[in-house]
């Protein structure tokens, strides 16, 4: 069965940097789109990033835009976050999310439910 294990999140100061791995197995990764989500105490979860199946594409919450970059490696069935400038308010659990379907709108990769595939999530905290 498909499994996605995040890895890397920990507690960092502010302005400082991390990151994420997400690792699959029991899928042909270059199938599947990916995506990064979080969520935050008493938040509901929310996009932060996602990539298309060849990585050609990749796409950001407003909110993390020019601080965090999506990548792949097909090779070795992992998707990363790259995550920079960190502040206080990106403390959350950090799920990586996957699905091999069909999407008719870029926009549709924002949407948590367009993913039939989670990780269990990893925790970043950012103290001021």
């Known amino acids: 069965q498909v499994q996605l294990v995040e890895s890397g999140g920990g507690s960092v100061q502010a302005g400082n940097s991390l990151r994420l791995s997400c690792a699959a197995s029991?899928?042909?990764?270059?199938?599947?789109?990916l995506g990064w989500f979080r969520q935050a105490p008493g938040n509901e979860r929310e996009f932060v990033a996602a990539?298309?199946?060849?990585?050609?594409?990749?796409y950001y919450a407003d909110s993390v835009k020019g601080r965090f970059t999506i990548s792949r490696n097909n090779a070795k069935n992992t998707v990363y976050l790259q995550m920079n400038s960190l502040k206080p308010e990106d403390t959350a659990v950090y799920y990586c999310?996957?699905?091999?379907?069909?999407?008719?709108?870029?926009?549709?990769?924002?949407?948590?439910?367009?993913?039939?595939?989670w990780g269990q999530g990893t925790q970043v905290t950012v103290s001021s």
């Open positions: 999310a996957a699905d091999s379907g069909t999407y008719y709108s870029n926009r549709a990769l924002y949407t948590r439910d367009l993913y039939g595939y």
């Open positions: 029991g899928l042909t990764f270059s199938s599947y789109f």
């Open positions: 990539i298309s199946r060849s990585g050609g594409s990749s």
